[in-house]
């Protein structure tokens, strides 16, 4: 349920559509969306100076993930999950591709992006893609794509729901080609690529677990993973 503060940040929205989408705030002339105190304050999390991090960990034992990176660290009822909302639900598919610029642009400094050949975006399943209109996750990895200089591939993943194609196939194949839903349409264009996987924000993990799996299955050399927001713990 939205909380107060919520519903004043939509309704000054509305009157002020200038107004900044974590912070409610007015926007300066040159701005777009989030303001640069915003910008500035954001919890950034620096996992990426931190290879053993506490969404590193969330994947010990499941899967094998090179680097889990997030952007930002996500709290109830703060401006990350303002912003986050305007995102997945209020139609500002723009903000992802400016936490992917703004992120991209702050791990140029250590080369850190040079550990990644390809962007994977974590897919909606085409019935919720038609609803919402776009993939915010693949907003956010087009936003990295575009300040490193590497391939974004939109449709690496494929997020499925109707299996009978896969009834002739042995139980193996299926296993391979299908996990939790998602499959890899075109395996020959992860092959030995060390592929970033994105998505909006993390809770559990399961959704980038099976991911991960079913990119490493398919011939992927290493799979990481980054969001723009992550829990504390
Ligand atoms: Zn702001």
Known sequence: MATFKEYLLAFAYILFPDNCLACGGAIEHGEKHICSVCRMNFP??????DKKNVLAQ???GRTKIEYSIAYLFFKKQGEVQSMLHYLKYKNSPEVGTIMGNWYGQELLDNNFYKNFDVIIPVPLHPKKLKKRGYNQSAYFGNGLA????IPHLENGLEKV???KSQTKKSREERYNNMMAGFIVPNPSKIQDKNILIVDDVITTGATLEACANLLLKNGAKTVSIATIAATQH
């Open 58 to 60: 969330k994947f010990w």
């Open 161 to 163: 729901t109707n299996t």
């Open 44 to 49: 950034r999390t620096n996992f990426h100076l």
């Open 146 to 149: 575009e300040v490193w200089k």
